[in-house]
C-alpha cells in the first residue's frame, strides 16, 4: 500500500506539473526554469511564473544578462544545495497540446550555491552513468555494396577516357591477357572497336601463365622444348583447335555492355561473347568478409575505365559454365552413388533447372563409411532419402573464398550448417573435409566434401535418441522390447523423459516398474502419439491419444504482459521448446516420467486414504458428481489433518451445514488445469490468481524456498493427475470463515467474525 501511495503522489505531481503551462519570458527562448538570482535577489524565483504580476516584477528585478540564467535541456544539479533543474520535456499525449514541466529549485540549506560554477548532472558526486556521444544520421545502404564509377563522356568537364580496352589492359600491365588477345585476334578486330561497349573481366597474369601450358597439354601431342624454355611445338591441327578453344574461353570473359561495380547485384547471371553460350554468376557478400566474385572467383580490382568498356580484374580464370548441377554429377565418376540416390529423388528435377543452389556433394568413398544409412534410404525409405539430399543443399550460392574462420549457413531443411576454414588453409562443414572447391553450375555450385552429413531428420526416433544419448529411456525400451516398434513406427510424437528425470525416480517405483515388463511396455507406449506434432502445434487443454489407450492433456501458461516466461506442460510435466525431428516422428523431451491416471478426480481422492474426510464431505456437498464430468478442474484437496485442526467436532458440523459445506469446498476447485509448474514466482506487478468455483480470488505463489501456495495453505504435494484434471495435496482449509449451526467459530484466524455472516 506504501509503494503505490508514494507512486500515486508523485505521478499527482508530475500531473500537475506538466498541466501548469508558464509564462514565456520575452528573450528567454523556450527554456524556463524557477531559479535564484545570485546577489541581492536571492531566494526571488525568476524565469517562468504561474503568477500574472511576476512579469512586471521580473523585468525590475532582471537587470543584466547574465542574471537571466538559461536552463539546460536534460537534468543539472549543483554539488550543494540540492538544486535541480529539470530541462523542458514534452508530452504527447493525444490532445493537440504541449506539455511543459517547470523547473523547480528546492534549497533545504545544507550549503550555498553562491559562487558556485553549475555541474552537468553527470559530474556530480554519488552518480554513475553512461556517457554517450552525438551520432550524425548516416544514410543506410540496402544493398550489398556501393561502389564509386566514372562515367566517360566527351565534355571538357568531366573524366575523359582515352583508351580502347586493349590499351587499358596494358596500362593495367595485365600482359599475358594481352599476348593471348592478340594470338587469337580479339584485340584489333573486336575489344578495339569503339562502335559497341564491353565488359572484360581480365585474369592477373600469375593464373593466366599458369592456365595456358596446362590447356595446351589437354590436346595432346604438345612438345615442350626444355632447352628454350617456354617455346611449346605443336602441330598445326591442333594449334588451329588450341586457338579456337583460347579464343572461346577468353570471349567467355567478355560481355556485350558496360556493366560498372554499382551494376553488378548478386546473383546476377551475365550473358558473355563465348560461342560456347556460358555465363558469370555474380555474387556478392556482406559476411564474413566484404567479396564480389564472379563465378566464384574474386573481383580482386573494379571499374578500370576504357573509352569502349570497364575491365574488372578477376583472381582466376573464368572456365565456360554450361551444365546444370545435375548433369555435373553425372558427368563426374568420384559421385556415382550421389546420382543413384539423385535418380529416384524428385530433387534431380530442382538441380536442372534455373535456380541459386549450393551442393555439397558427397565423394563415392564418403557413402561407403554409411552401409546402413545407404541401404535404408536406396530401400523404400524415402523421406529420409529426401533428409539427407535437402540436408547437402544450400538455397544460395556460396563460394569458397567468402569462408573465414568460422561461420555458419542455412541448408534447405533450415538447419545452420558450421562452416570453417583452419590455419592450414582447409575447409570443413561440419566436420566433412571440402576437397573439390567452386565447380561452377549454370544453376549454383558444388563443393566435394569426404563424408556424408547426416541430419537428426534422416534418424528414425531410437537412432535419434542414441544420438541425443537419452540412454535411460533406451534401457527400458529395450527391456520392454519396444525398440524395434519405435524404429519401424510412421509418425509418431515420442515424450522422452530425460536422463536426469529418469534418475530422480524413486528405487521402489524404478524396480516396480522394471520388473514388470507388461507395466514397463503400458507405461512407455503412454509416451507415443499416433501423430507427428511439434511444439507449436500444440495447444492449451489440447488432448492427445497414445499407444496406451489413454489421452495425454497439453496446458500452456504464460506470464505475458509482465514477464517473459512461456511454459508448455503434458500431463503437468513441462517439456523443451525445441522439438527434435526425426525421419519417422518427433522427439518432446519431458522433466520426468508420464503415468497413465487412473481415473477421475473422485476416484483419485477414493484410492488414496489420506483424504477419507474430503471424499464423504463432497458427496454430502453434492459436488462429487460434478468432479466425475469432463472438466477439466484442478482440485486443492486437505488432508485429514488439515480438516482436524479446524477442531474435533468440525467434519459432523460442517455435515450439519450443506450451503456452507458447499461453499467452502467450492473454495478448493477451479476449473481448468493448473499445474504446480504453473506457479512462478511473482513480481510487484504480476501476482498471480486463480478464480475458484465459489467465484473467490486466491492467490498463488512460489516463494524462494521453491514451496508453493494457495492463499495461506501450502501446496505439499503437486500433480496428482486424474483423467479430468489434476489434485495438488495441501496441508490446511482455504476458508475466510465457516458459519457453523451452533455459532462456534472453527476458523483459527478470524474466530470472532463468524457470526456476523
Keep these: 500500500m506504501g509503494k503505490i501511495t508514494f507512486s500515486f503522489i508523485l505521478l499527482c505531481i508530475c500531473v500537475g506539473l506538466s498541466v501548469a503551462r508558464p509564462r514565456r519570458y520575452p528573450g528567454a527562448g523556450h527554456e524556463w526554469r524557477w531559479g535564484k538570482v545570485r546577489g541581492s535577489d536571492k531566494g526571488r524565483h525568476i524565469g517562468a511564473s504561474l503568477d500574472p504580476t511576476f512579469g512586471t516584477l521580473m523585468k525590475q528585478n532582471l537587470k543584466m544578462p547574465e542574471d537571466w540564467v538559461r536552463s539546460q535541456r536534460g537534468m543539472m ?88 580496352i586493349p590499351d587499358l589492359l596494358k596500362t593495367l600491365g595485365l600482359t599475358e591477357l594481352t599476348s593471348l588477345l592478340d594470338s587469337v585476334g580479339l584485340s584489333s578486330e573486336v575489344l578495339a572497336s569503339d562502335n559497341n561497349n564491353f565488359t572484360v573481366f581480365a585474369p592477373s597474369n600469375e593464373v593466366l601463365a599458369k592456365f595456358v601450358l596446362p590447356a595446351l597439354q589437354q590436346h595432346g601431342g604438345v612438345n615442350v622444348m626444355k632447352d628454350i624454355g617456354s617455346v611449346v611445338i605443336v602441330s598445326q591441327e591442333i594449334s588451329n583447335s588450341v586457338i579456337e578453344d583460347t579464343r572461346n574461353i577468353l570471349l567467355g570473359h567478355v560481355a556485350v555492355g558496360r556493366l560498372t561495380s554499382s551494376r553488378l547485384t548478386d546473383d546476377m547471371i551475365v550473358e558473355t561473347a563465348s560461342p560456347l553460350k556460358s555465363s558469370i ?37 573464368l572456365m565456360p559454365v554450361t551444365g546444370s548441377i545435375l548433369d555435373l554429377v553425372k558427368k563426374n565418376p568420384e559421385l556415382s552413388f550421389l546420382k543413384t540416390v539423385l535418380g529416384s529423388s524428385p530433387l534431380a528435377a530442382t538441380l536442372r533447372e534455373p535456380g541459386r543452389y549450393t551442393l555439397l556433394a558427397p565423394t563415392d568413398a564418403a557413402f561407403k563409411k554409411h552401409v546402413e ?37 542455412k541448408n534447405s531443411l533450415g538447419r545452420a550448417l558450421q562452416v570453417t576454414r583452419d590455419q592450414d588453409n582447409k575447409l570443413y562443414v561440419e566436420g566433412a573435409q571440402i576437397i573439390v572447391t567452386d565447380i561452377m553450375a549454370t544453376n549454383g555450385v558444388i563443393h566435394v566434401i569426404d563424408d556424408i552429413l547426416v541430419p537428426d531428420e534422416a534418424l528414425n526416433i531410437v537412432e535419434l535418441a542414441s544420438k541425443k544419448n537419452y540412454s535411460e529411456f533406451l534401457k527400458l525400451l529395450e527391456r520392454a522390447g519396444l525398440k524395434k516398434d519405435l524404429a519401424l513406427a510412421e509418425n509418431i510424437t515420442v515424450f522422452v523423459p530425460s536422463n536426469e528425470a529418469m534418475q530422480s525416480l524413486p ?96 476416484d483419485v481422492l477414493a484410492m488414496d486414504r489420506r483424504f477419507s474426510y474430503l471424499t464423504t464431505l463432497l458427496k454430502v456437498a453434492d459436488i462429487a458428481d460434478m468432479l466425475q464430468e469432463e472438466g477439466p478442474f484442478t482440485l486443492f484437496a486437505p488432508t485429514n489433518e488439515a480438516f482436524k485442526r479446524l477442531g474435533s467436532d468440525a467434519v459432523e458440523t460442517l455435515k450439519k451445514n450443506p450451503s456452507h459445506l458447499k461453499s467452502l469446498l467450492m473454495d478448493h476447485v477451479a476449473r481448468d488445469v493448473i499445474c504446480c509448474n504453473a506457479i512462478m514466482r511473482s513480481n510487484w506487478f504480476d501476482q498471480q490468481r486463480v478464480r475458484t468455483l465459489s467465484d473467490k480470488t486466491l492467490s498463488v505463489h512460489k516463494n524462494k524456498a521453491d514451496q508453493r501456495f494457495i492463499d495461506k495453505a501450502e501446496i505439499k504435494q503437486c500433480d496428482l493427475m486424474a483423467t479430468n484434471g489434476v489434485v495438488h495435496v495441501i496441508d490446511d482449509v482455504i476458508s475466510d470463515y465457516v458459519k457453523l449451526g451452533r455459532g462456534r467459530s472453527v476458523d483459527r484466524i478470524d474466530r470472532w467474525f463468524w457470526n456476523f455472516k
Design 373 to 409: 544409412l545407404l541401404t535404408r534410404i536406396l530401400g523404400d525409405d524415402k523421406k529420409c532419402m529426401e533428409n539427407v539430399l535437402q540436408n547437402h543443399l544450400l538455397p544460395n550460392v556460396i563460394c569458397s573464398s567468402v569462408i573465414e574462420g568460422c561461420a555458419q549457413t
Design 281 to 317: 554468376r555474380i555474387n556478392t557478400y556482406e559476411q564474413p568478409k566484404k567479396l564480389v566474385t564472379a563465378n566464384c572467383k574474386p573481383i580482386t580490382s573494379t571499374d578500370n575505365i576504357a573509352i569502349n568498356g570497364v575491365v574488372h580484374v578477376v583472381s582466376d580464370v
Design 507 to 602: 528405487s521402489n517405483v524404478v524396480a516396480k516398474v522394471t520388473s514388470d515388463v507388461e507395466l514397463l511396455k503400458e507405461t512407455l507406449k503412454y509416451h507415443v502419439v499416433p501423430d507427428a506434432f511439434s511444439c507449436r502445434a500444440l495447444y492449451n487443454n489440447k488432448l492427445l491419444d497414445t499407444l496406451e489407450g489413454t489421452s495425454l492433456r497439453i496446458n500452456e501458461y504464460s506470464t505475458f504482459p509482465f514477464g517473459r516466461e512461456w511454459l508448455q506442460t503434458v500431463q503437468c510435466a513441462s517439456f523443451e521448446a525445441e522439438t527434435i525431428k526425426g525421419c519417422n516422428g518427433n522427439i518432446l523431451v519431458v522433466n520426468k516420467i508420464l503415468s497413465p491416471p487412473t481415473g477421475d478426480l473422485v
Design 77 to 164: 544539479h549543483q554539488t550543494f544545495g540540492n538544486r535541480f533543474e529539470i530541462g523542458p520535456g514534452k508530452f504527447g499525449l493525444g490532445f493537440g497540446g504541449e506539455f511543459r514541466i517547470p523547473e523547480f529549485e528546492m534549497n533545504l540549506n545544507l550549503g550555498s550555491v553562491a559562487g558556485r560554477k553549475a555541474q552537468n548532472w553527470w559530474e556530480g558526486p554519488n552518480v554513475c552513468y553512461m556517457q554517450s556521444e552525438k551520432v550524425e544520421n548516416v544514410t543506410e545502404i540496402t544493398s550489398h555494396f556501393r561502389f564509386l564509377s566514372f562515367v566517360c563522356d566527351v565534355s571538357d568537364t568531366t573524366h575523359k577516357c582515352i583508351e580502347t
